[in-house]
């Protein structure tokens, strides 16, 4: 077992897996309460993975150092998405299209600040800012590195978190209200507008933990928001885009079919096919979308299974 | 004749803005009229352009006799071409609008295959697949060279290089504003006629629409491939207009976002607010990128990045203020009551 981690394309799967399933959970989070995908929600892990970058260099300390700050001001920028732009034009009455489009405006933005940071940190600290890896920052455990152990770990404790409060909690089970019926609920008395902020708050914040883990093994730019947007759309649409469950499997199924799949394609038909990696997502959304809209957890297993004759 | 800075500038701007007026009218169509938004624009736009970078090439090569690998030894072929098409204009000509022909097919086809997966369903859903496979068409164009050169792109041959040097590019603007004026005739006349009544209801009420009797999925399924064509000619003029392709170059930013922000700028579902809107946004680019050297030395960053945060929080801006755009959305002109009831007569 421990051999077979060895191979690096197996940590690769690891971790790459488990930051979708990061960012697609955010994803849902914020999709399930506004119910505009918020095509910014990558360039949010952007963000995490600068604050990593100075964590490391600039305050020479460990990048594990970001993950909370990165929660934080991760959250923080998504919650200004959603307060200040996305809230006003609800309340105009503005169209999902026009909801898209001003988070692709804002997603703009976002990269045009990342680059000036890149840009300012290049110049003032002669760091390179720019397709850089702070694996040599991470610590070891038992002779590997110690990302691939602290990215699933961090991520079963955030998504039981996350489930626990959702189905025990108090405010938990006003979110869910909301999701359900946000009208109803504030007859009921719940403030719906914070239960929005809290959800896309915890989306972002979930995003920049995903970016400052990222950093650690993968290479940073700022523009690597806009590579991963269609693996976490994909990741979401698989799953369902209705359920933490479903965002879960589907960033698990999407990760290691990227990264393992690629491997298994390039060994049978030649090394060319591994610079066609991207559109692996794009197949999955369009075959999900084909099959099964509503992704895995919208289908009816119970009739898969009587379909197949194994009823037990 | 030498042309002056001011021409040559006003020369660029203008041939810009009809290309741009091709894309703009066809997601015009698309998103304005039949509000289907469509995420992936950039799909069809580089479409059109690896057309005109792998097809006219190869024929026009075949046709002088020009040996050679077309991808390896692109420049001097395409040199080697350009030689022999002062003496063969008409061949030239001819390629040149066969090769718009093919790039409206391949981009309407193309247009039906990425939304047929998404069509039936609700628009966000839609809009993320077409955003998504949008992405697909530069991973395919920089990593499958036959195309358009991988990564090193490939040059297109020029039609009009039998013209002096200093009037090339005057004469193919003008071209191009033809060329635009057409296509935004034929829009105009489009959602003018019953179909642009038809394209609006479903837009306004997808039900209602259905229940009188349209089939809502074919129309909007129509609409894309229409308005995936207009766009790939689009992107062929604009790689026959800078005499190259580069897979890179086909971004989100550039060809998909941009034309949003133009027609929503100059809003919604009428063309004098494309036409207005596109101008605006165009010259204001131009003017950014004429000045940007003279502001780099006062700021500790690459310049460009102003420009995305200027035009992100401009259009975020229009978006909460004057969400209708500079123009609003009028009723359909119709035929007069009086010219009505003197058809009936007649």
């Known amino acids: 077992m421990i051999s077979l981690a060895y191979d690096p394309i197996f940590t690769d799967a690891i971790i790459y897996s488990s930051l979708l399933v990061l960012l697609s959970m955010g994803l849902t989070l914020t999709y399930l309460t506004t119910k505009v995908p918020n095509f910014a929600h990558a360039s949010f892990a952007t963000i995490g993975v600068y604050l990593a970058l100075i964590a490391s260099r600039i305050w020479e300390s460990s990048p594990y150092v970001a993950i909370p700050i990165a929660f934080v001001i991760s959250g923080a920028v998504a919650l200004a998405l959603y307060t200040f732009i996305l809230k006003p034009l609800i309340r105009k009455g503005a169209s999902k299209a026009i909801q898209m489009i001003a988070t692709l405006a804002f997603d703009l933005i976002l990269i045009a600040l990342l680059n000036i940071t890149a840009d300012y940190i290049t110049k003032n600290y002669q760091i390179i800012s720019r ?110 885009f209705t359920s933490i469950y479903g965002a879960i499997v589907g960033g698990i199924l999407i990760g290691m079919s990227e990264i393992l799949g690629t491997r298994f394609l390039a060994g049978e038909f030649g090394s060319w096919l591994i610079a066609y990696r991207p559109l692996i997502p794009l197949l999955f959304i369009v075959v999900t979308l084909l099959v099964a809209p509503r992704g895995l957890t919208g289908i009816n297993w119970y009739r898969v299974r009587r379909l197949f004759g194994t009823r037990n | 004749m030498a042309l002056g800075t001011e021409i040559i500038f006003i020369v660029d701007l203008l041939a810009i803005y009809a290309i741009y007026l091709i894309i703009n009218s066809s997601l015009n169509l698309e998103f304005g009229y039949t509000g289907i938004p469509n995420f992936g624009k950039v799909l069809a736009v580089g479409v059109g352009a690896f057309v005109a970078a792998s097809i006219p090439g190869r024929i026009l090569a075949n046709m002088a006799g020009i040996e050679g690998d077309y991808i390896g030894d692109n420049i001097s072929i395409i040199t080697q071409v350009n030689v022999w098409l002062v003496d063969n204009t008409g061949i030239g000509f001819a390629v040149f609008f066969l090769t718009l022909g093919i790039a409206a097919g391949v981009g309407a086809g193309l247009g039906l295959l990425t939304a047929y997966p998404a069509i039936r369903l609700r628009g966000d859903y839609l809009a993320i697949t077409l955003l998504a496979l949008g992405e697909g068409v530069r991973i395919v164009g920089n990593n499958f060279t036959p195309l358009a050169g991988g990564t090193l792109g490939v040059q297109v041959p020029d039609p009009l290089s039998w013209l002096p040097g200093e009037l090339r590019f005057p004469v193919a603007t003008i071209g191009l504003i033809i060329i635009a004026a057409i296509v935004l005739l034929y829009t105009e006349r489009t959602v003018r006629s019953p179909l642009g009544r038809t394209l609006r209801a479903i837009r306004d009420n997808e039900v209602a629409a259905e229940s009188i009797g349209k089939d809502v999925t074919r129309i909007r399924i129509k609409t894309i491939m229409i308005a995936a064509a207009i766009a790939a000619i689009g992107g062929a003029l604009y790689a026959f207009y800078v005499g190259g392709t580069i897979a890179i170059a086909y971004d989100r930013t550039s060809w998909t976002f941009w034309p949003f922000m133009m027609i929503l700028i100059g809003g919604l579902a009428n063309n004098k607010g494309v036409l207005v809107g596109t101008l605006l946004f165009v010259t204001l680019r131009k003017f950014i990128i004429f000045f940007k050297d003279s502001l780099q030395p006062y700021v500790p960053f690459d310049v460009v990045w102003l420009d995305f945060l200027l035009l992100g929080v401009i259009l975020i801006a229009v978006l909460l203020y004057r969400p209708q755009g500079i123009f609003t959305e009028k009723p359909t002109k119709t035929i007069s009551k009086e010219g009505f009831t003197d058809k009936q007569k007649g």
């Open chain 1, 131 to 240: 397709e850089f890896t702070l694996r040599s920052y991470d610590g070891l455990f038992m002779d590997m590195p110690m990302i691939l152990f602290v990215a699933p770990i961090l991520i079963i404790i955030i998504a039981s978190t996350l489930l626990i409060i959702l189905k025990k909690t108090k405010f938990g089970i006003a979110m869910r209200a909301t999701i359900e019926n946000p009208d109803l609920s504030g007859v009921v008395g719940i403030n719906v507008r914070l239960v929005y902020g809290v959800s896309w708050f915890l989306g972002g914040g979930l995003a920049g933990i995903a970016g400052a883990l990222m950093s650690m093994w993968f290479q940073g730019d700022p523009n690597l928001g806009a590579l991963m947007i269609p693996s976490i759309f994909a990741a979401s649409i698989v799953g369902g």
